[in-house]
């Protein structure tokens, strides 16, 4: 079984995805050129940011797949960004039949959107989280929105930050912080170990929160079994 994966992010996305590959689907290997598939490798490409990676890289994505006929899956993650997660498959998928893209029958598109951002998922983790932090910064985003106890998906933002997912990173930073971890997008610590990530499961599996990850670990499970 060979995944063909397109990120979204510029930076951040490149390195935790493999990092939280390597763990739900341990049999899998990177490989770095997509022609050097053979058996339970994965390829992934960076398609810098949304929309250059639905206007300059899913087509070529599709091109290569079909023409290499190595993946059984092509995968595309993304950000959910400003608008709701249905309006952003909408644009997708109204993409891909307005330029008649088609992908070979023997692979199967998956599309992850990550609502607002992969930051969003990581603000599950409440193992990580500190009720009583240091950190006036910290206290003001709790003051405003508690992601302990509510869906950190459905966390709006405050007025100082132009986009939910600066504020959402943001928040992150500032909660990581508190536990002495310097977490950036170049550098993504803290949310890369098995640890953090089996937080992320633990919550999205005994809530409804976070449920756009719920929905990349049930991609990660349908292609184990696979």
Request: aromatic fraction near 12%.
């Amino acid at each position: 079984m060979n995944i063909y994966l397109l990120v979204e992010g510029r930076r951040t996305e490149k390195k935790v995805y493999p990092k939280w590959i390597s763990y739900l689907i341990p049999e899998l290997t990177e490989v770095i050129n997509p022609r050097s598939a053979t058996k339970n490798n994965y390829y992934i490409f960076n398609g810098n940011g949304f929309p250059s990676i639905l206007d300059n890289h899913l087509r070529n994505s599709v091109e290569e797949v079909n023409e290499l006929r190595l993946y059984d899956y092509l995968v595309m993650c993304i950000d959910a960004d400003e608008v709701k997660v249905e309006e952003r498959r909408k644009e997708v998928f109204d993409f891909i039949e307005t330029n008649a893209i088609k992908l070979n029958p023997n692979t199967e598109f998956i599309l992850i959107i990550q609502n607002r951002c992969i930051e969003t998922w990581c603000l599950g983790n409440r193992k990580v989280y500190k009720r009583r932090p240091r950190s006036e910064e910290l206290r003001q985003y709790i003051g405003f929105y508690n992601v302990h106890t509510n869906d950190p998906e459905l966390m709006g933002k405050l007025e100082a930050h132009e986009t939910h997912a600066q504020f959402h990173a943001s928040y992150l930073t500032e909660m990581l912080a508190e536990r002495n971890i310097r977490y950036t997008k170049n550098f993504p610590r803290g949310i890369v170990e098995q640890d953090y990530l089996d937080e992320l499961i633990k919550r999205s599996t005994k809530s409804n929160h976070i449920q756009t990850f719920r929905y990349f670990l049930d991609f990660c499970k349908k292609s184990k079994v696979k």
